[in-house]
């Protein structure tokens, strides 16, 4: 950029050079004015009687002359017409105010430029920043991981079905990670009877934590640490009666995620899950004798012992971390 001062100057020159009248200021040549008694050729012409005699005549002391008045060839500017140098002087701080705005216009192209610069470096440099800060969370945040097992049985009361289940909570980053919970809830399907898309309700349990305006009480968890929390959630009586309407056994899912948050960060995180709970395949007298399915959860027979309990993932894309 140090080149482009030098060049605003010539530019500006050449633009002040360009409007400058092509017709250059005349030259007065000035011509000394003879003295008096002289002609054209030299000669002295014959004086005059009267010439003569006023020769003789008494004359006062004539006035002073400056040099200038007595010796005109003294002062050449002096036969000048004033009105001309005027004219001269006019023409030449035209020609200086045309420079002084061409250097400033080209100056104040050189300054949009240097600016453009400057903007498209700070942008360059908060790019960087932000990729550099990207890198350093990723690579330093932490991360919770959780492994879900039966925690307990499974008990009808007067609210409905009871399930328990343990969270295993593991964390597998760099950092610690604050305020951590589990949030979730058990819902069942009607089989064959409604469509049931398990993700939405994972995702309202999910998405109505974000709102929440301050972190919710939680574990802190360190590097490498694992931590173990048991929470039972309930399939409320009515929603039984409502899919036993249609078919008399109930397959229930519980959903939700973990949310935590960092300590060099705001905001949340979230690992999700989704778990289908089932009874084992062992063979049971009841399920036999009623040519039931072993593994399906039939509310008339009553409470499951949790090892009569497994637990899997389900088909549907629940696991997931941000």
Same mark, same amino acid.
């Given at each position: 950029?140090?080149?482009? @001062? ?23 040549? /000035?011509?000394?004015?003879?003295? !008096? ?21 008494? %004359? ?16 050449? !500017? ?22 002084? $705005?061409? *250097?400033? /216009?080209? /100056? ?16 360059? $440099? ?9 890198? *350093? ?16 049985? @499974? ?13 295993? @909570?593991?964390?597998?980053? =760099? ?14 399907? $009607? ?30 968890? *360190? ?5 173990? %929390? ?22 229930? %899912? ?25 009874? %084992? ?21 009553? !409470? ?12 549907? =894309?629940?696991?997931? $971390?941000?």
């Amino acid at each position: 950029m140090r080149w482009l @001062l030098p060049l605003a100057a010539i530019l500006a020159l050449a633009f002040g050079a360009s409007v400058v009248d092509r017709n250059p200021i005349p030259l007065r040549v /000035l011509h000394q004015q003879e003295p !008096d008694g002289h002609n054209q050729a030299g000669g002295q012409e014959p004086e005059s009687k009267d010439h003569k005699n006023a020769a003789k005549l008494p %004359t006062s002391n004539p006035p002073l002359l400056s040099a200038t008045q007595t010796n005109p060839s003294a002062n050449p !500017d002096a036969s000048q017409n004033p009105q001309d140098e005027t004219k001269w002087t006019d023409k030449v701080q035209a020609y200086m105010a045309v420079a002084i $705005a061409g *250097f400033t /216009l080209v /100056l104040a192209i050189v300054s949009g430029v240097q600016l453009s610069h400057i903007g498209a470096t700070a942008r360059a $440099a908060m790019q960087a920043n932000k990729l550099t800060r990207d890198i *350093f969370v990723s690579t330093e945040r932490p991360w919770v991981k959780v492994d879900i097992v039966v925690g307990g049985p @499974l008990t009808y009361d007067v609210n409905g079905a009871n399930i328990t289940l343990t969270y295993r @909570l593991t964390n597998v980053g =760099s950092s610690p990670a604050t305020n951590v919970w589990v949030h979730c809830k058990v819902v069942a399907p $009607a089989p064959g009877v409604e469509m049931f898309k398990v993700e939405e309700h994972q995702m309202e349990v999910c998405n109505r934590v974000k709102t929440y305006t301050w972190l919710s009480p939680g574990y802190v968890i *360190f590097p490498e640490d694992t931590i173990e %929390t048991t929470i039972s959630v309930i399939l409320m009586h009515p929603e039984i009666k409502r899919i036993t309407q249609y078919v008399p056994f109930i397959m229930p %899912t519980v959903v939700g995620c973990v949310d935590y948050g960092f300590v060099f960060e705001t905001g949340r995180h979230q690992t999700g899950f989704i778990v289908d709970v089932r009874r %084992t395949d062992r063979p049971r007298p009841e399920a036999i004798a009623k040519k039931r399915s072993p593994s399906s959860i039939w509310p008339d027979e009553g !409470d499951i012992s949790a090892a009569d309990l497994s637990l899997s993932r389900s088909f549907v =894309s629940g696991f997931q $971390a941000d």
